[in-house]
């Protein structure tokens, strides 16, 4: 069975830092594009953070940039986001996906989505 489950979300503190995992079962996310996308509140999915397998495509959103890390465990059929100096504007569900269709930061070239784990910011 296919699937991508997330996990690492919780409540923190401004200023602090999270470690979101994204792990996949069935299905090995070493030869496929991989993203991280959020969605807050009232406000439509943005791109977060997206990796290419293959071209060296790596995508971060303005909003993140310096703040957040992606990286690949291809032993542990695993991809993170590091989250360091969390704002309360980084509130969210935060959804990892797959893509085969190639790098992008577009969410609708992405086919395989996680449930999402929700991160809250909040001191």
């Known amino acids: 069975q296919v699937q991508l489950a997330e996990s690492g979300g919780g409540v923190v503190q401004p200023g602090g830092s999270l470690r979101l995992t994204c792990r996949a079962s069935?299905?090995?996310?070493?030869?496929?594009?991989v993203g991280w996308f959020r969605q807050a509140p009232g406000s439509e999915r943005e791109a977060v953070s997206c990796?290419?397998?293959?071209?060296?495509?790596?995508y971060y959103a303005d909003s993140v940039k310096g703040r957040f890390t992606i990286s690949r465990d291809n032993a542990a059929n695993t991809v993170y986001l590091h989250m360091n100096s969390l704002k309360p504007e980084d509130t969210g569900v935060y959804y990892c996906?797959?893509?085969?269709?190639?790098?992008?930061?577009?969410?609708?070239?992405?086919?395989?989505w996680g449930q999402g784990t929700q991160v809250t910011v909040s001191s």
């Open positions: 996906a797959t893509s085969t269709r190639g790098s992008s930061r577009r969410g609708d070239q992405y086919g395989y």
């Open positions: 990796t290419g397998y293959n071209d060296g495509y790596t």
């Open positions: 069935g299905f090995s996310l070493e030869h496929v594009h």
